[in-house]
């Protein structure tokens, strides 16, 4: 039962995750257009991609 809930919480949290850092990611003045491509791909990598932008990239969720 854990490992459901866990499951069904990271599919739901991960698409909320990746679309606020693709939002961030387009409003984003101080990367250029290859650094910005680089870091969607990498977000799209599940339940850790979010986490490296905000941790490595200097990105932010909101």
Known sequence: MKLFLQILV????HPLALLLMLLNLIGRTDLDGGKKV?????????????????????????
């Open 10 to 13: 990271s599919i739901i949290l």
């Open 38 to 62: 680089i870091w969607a791909l990498v977000g799209l990598l599940w339940g850790i991609g979010p986490i490296l932008y905000i941790l490595i990239g200097e990105g932010a969720l909101w």
